[in-house]
């Protein structure tokens, strides 16, 4: 895998192309430190917190990409690569930065993906952006695979779940000969992934929901 820090960098409007040695190429998006070079960095606070693990392993680095392709032939391009999305040890955020920013601009929108847990973070974010006086709009967009939220007809995750459930069933029902297998399905209080995929597979000849 070719270095970064000797690499060539071409930017354009949608994505940032990054060059190494042996055909290695980094497909990246622009980030705020392309325009602000001089833009500090802070530690990050899930260092102190101790629900998270501190080992520098959980970090990742400016090196640290995945692969496109996960089988590449011997003597072959390297290929595309892209950059993991995991806590880094350092981030570009602190309430200082963001009160100047907001200050700056007529406000700035902070818009966050997740479930139960990353909507609970959304919401203390907000009250503390409201304490500060701060112009910054949250918007909370929920994102979970048990697809237990009123209104939408689906939500994200939810096919992928059901496809692979779908999956387990069929490697159930091939792995004995006239025998009976079970799948267990995650899905809270809910149980739309079961009933979905008991209805998309053929191999199925009941679904219970508690």
Not at 26 to 48: A, C, F, G, Q, R
Not at 139 to 163: H, L
């Amino acid at each position: 895998m070719g270095s970064l820090d000797d690499s060539i960098a071409v930017h354009n409007l949608n994505k940032k192309i990054v060059m190494g040695d042996d055909g290695y190429v980094l497909e990246d998006v622009p980030h705020l430190s392309d325009y602000i070079p001089s833009l500090p960095t802070y530690p990050n606070p899930l260092k102190n917190n101790p629900s998270y693990s501190i080992v520098n392993q959980y970090f990742v680095d400016e090196d640290d990409t995945v692969a496109q392709n996960i089988i590449v032939r011997k003597n072959s391009p390297t290929g595309i690569h892209f950059r993991r999305a995991d806590p880094c040890q350092n981030v570009y955020f602190s309430w200082t930065m963001l009160t100047h920013v907001s200050n700056m601009w007529r406000s700035i929108e902070v818009y966050i993906f997740g479930g139960d847990g990353t909507q609970k973070g959304a919401s203390v974010l907000f009250e503390e952006i409201t304490r500060c006086s701060l112009n910054v709009v949250v918007v909370g967009i929920p994102k979970t695979i048990d697809n237990d939220i009123p209104i939408i007809d689906k939500s994200f995750g939810f096919d992928s779940a059901v496809e692979e459930a779908q999956r387990a069933a069929h490697v159930e029902v091939m792995s004995f000969e006239n025998g009976i297998g079970v799948v267990k399905l995650m899905g809270r209080d809910s149980g739309f992934i079961a009933m979905y995929a008991s209805l998309a597979s053929r191999d199925v000849d009941c679904c219970l929901i508690p």
